[in-house]
């Protein structure tokens, strides 16, 4: 029996899809960002729009030092490390082929990055139903605006645009976060006041405004999570008008 039927049915799918999204990682290692992302296409699209069935959002127009960021994240275990994000698992993989070579790797997840930031976004079909927006833009405004912006377009260093991944995606990561599946190193070290880059400093942030300790959550249930996407895939429409 193949190993691959052996995993149990999220593992199993998730190997599935790692090897369909590698299919394009056999020439030699490109130089141009263009060339690169053709190791991302099958997951993420031609254009970056993303692909659902793959758990792949659509990354066209992210920043290029967030992209960058994420890459690095996925290639130490940062990210996509914890055993319940399967999506993140496949990730990973993906992340090291763009890191196996030292001398060349930064080169080229600068040039990828830059690549995909140019890449022009497309608002997703909406999937995620019963979101209140009205609701939805008093919290964005309490605790995602200073850091996505007004628009949700994003704010350098600070928090990516938010109208493009896809509203499944946006729903997935804020479950993640909740759950510590992302954001969520028990190392001593990542609960200081200056975590280092191995605890994802950025995502902490996130989770502390978003889910602190000392009082209420923000989005404390899946209801809450809903109404704030909603708001996000109204501002995404009226960019696109």
């Not at 833009?137 to 990516?160: D, F, S």
């Amino acid at each position: 029996m193949p190993a691959i039927l052996k995993l149990p049915l999220a593992a199993a799918f998730a190997a599935t899809v790692m090897l369909v999204c590698s299919v394009s990682t056999a020439n030699a290692e490109p130089t141009k960002g263009k060339e690169i992302y053709q190791k991302c296409v099958n997951c993420h699209g031609i254009e970056g729009h993303g692909v659902k069935r793959f758990w792949a959002p659509g990354i066209a127009g992210l920043s290029a030092e967030y992209v960058a960021r994420q890459v690095h994240n996925f290639y130490d275990g940062t990210r996509g490390s914890h055993r319940e994000d399967i999506p993140g698992h496949r990730m990973r993989p993906m992340a090291r082929m763009l890191k196996k070579d030292a001398k060349k790797s930064d080169a080229m997840i600068k040039a990828v990055s830059e690549y995909v930031a140019k890449m022009k976004p497309v608002v997703p079909e909406q999937t995620v139903a019963n979101g209140d927006s009205e609701r939805g833009q008093l919290i964005y405004a309490k605790v995602c605006k200073a850091c996505h912006g007004a628009n949700a377009g994003g704010m350098p260093t600070l928090g990516p645009d938010l109208r493009y991944t896809g509203d499944w995606y946006l729903l997935a990561q804020l479950k993640n976060f909740q759950a510590k599946r992302r954001a969520g190193n028990p190392a001593p070290e990542c609960n200081g006041f200056t975590p280092p880059a191995h605890c994802d400093p950025k995502g902490l942030e996130m989770v502390r405004k978003v889910w602190p300790k000392d009082g209420p959550a923000v989005l404390p249930d899946e209801q809450s999570m809903k109404d704030v996407i909603a708001y996000i895939t109204r501002l995404a429409e009226s960019s696109n008008k």
